[in-house]
């Protein structure tokens, strides 16, 4: 039983953080007016680097194989759809993406410089100094993204493109915008106005949709667990 509570919490989390970035997934951002024509200094990387691109609400990450090649973990729906490597290899769409993201299914890839940042600056390595911690050589850390290359499981929480670049860089996955956006739910759940919501709309739901009990333990559990933990 905590384990099946623990996956629907952290279902719902991910969900929420995929609507609060809505923004960043959407046809509409200027990156994608630019996209290839913008052109970037590839000769001032090293093979083994961190590249980071900003974007609307998140930063997508890669590292820098050599060659103009970057190895990054982009979700994908065409993968669970198809195996045609004509099609998959294509660059990843934003539809493709969002519903990759959905059904949890992506690939740790490569893609020029140009089509891994879209038309976005690139920061490099900026994670050394934010993370503060102690990076492995840059050799070490391209054979660690080339050993991952294929199909992986995704998740906005536990797994993505920033876990992925990590792990090769310093050894070890971390996420700090996914960690980021966890404290943010804590603090709207210490919030007592969200469980007085979280029980309305509970109330309203039993009223609406009747006292069955799929509807009746959700409505009474979940501002339960929003008062404890308030």
Known sequence: MKNSMLEVVSLLLEKLLLISNFKFFSSGHPGEDKGRNSFYEVSSFLRGDVLEVPRT???HYGIYLGDNRVAHLMPDILLALTDDKGRTQKVVSNKRLILG????VASIRVDTVEDFAYGANILVNHLDESLKKKALLNEEVARRAEKLLGITSYSLLWNNCEHFVTYCRYGTPVSPQADKFCENVKII???QRSVLASAVLGLASI?????ASYTTLPAIFIPFCLWMAG
């Open 101 to 104: 993201v959905i059904v949890k």
């Open 189 to 191: 759940i210490r919030d």
């Open 57 to 59: 609400h998140l930063t």
């Open 207 to 211: 009223v609406c949709m009747g006292l």
